[in-house]
């Protein structure tokens, strides 16, 4: 039973910062692609960022480079978003993601490589 949970969200002012963690169980975490999602009301749900977990690689939107950063910690099975200078537009529902071990190039922001999401943690910046 595949399981992502997501944490870490909350209310922040404008500029300030928020690290959400996605734990990953019943999945073969090791050398496959996880990735983080957001969905702001009435708009689509986007890519943020990805990080192959076999050797770091890891991928942007452009809207997010230089703020946000996606980290790993292997031991736990889990994915980090650290987001700084947070932005009124960054308000959104923010969803993690499991894909397979090909999210190299501009596949990686394709919701249908995700195969497993998490419920969701939302993220309010005012």
């Known amino acids: 039973h595949v399981q992502l949970v997501e944490s870490g969200g909350g ?38 960022a990805t990080i192959y977990t076999g050797g770091g690689s890891t991928y942007y939107a452009d809207s997010v480079k230089g703020r946000f950063t996606i980290s790993q910690d292997n031991a736990k099975n889990t994915v980090y978003l650290q987001m700084n200078s947070l932005k009124p537009e960054d308000t959104a529902m923010y969803y993690c993601a499991a894909a397979g071990p090909a999210c190299g190039g501009a596949w990686w922001s394709r919701r249908a490589l995700y195969g497993y999401w998490g419920q969701g943690t939302q993220v309010t910046v005012s």
């Open 11 to 48: 209310s922040v002012q404008a500029g300030g910062s928020l690290r959400l963690s996605c734990a990953v169980s019943g999945y073969t975490y090791s050398s496959n692609c996880m990735g983080w999602f957001r969905q702001a009301p009435g708009k689509e749900r986007g890519a943020v």
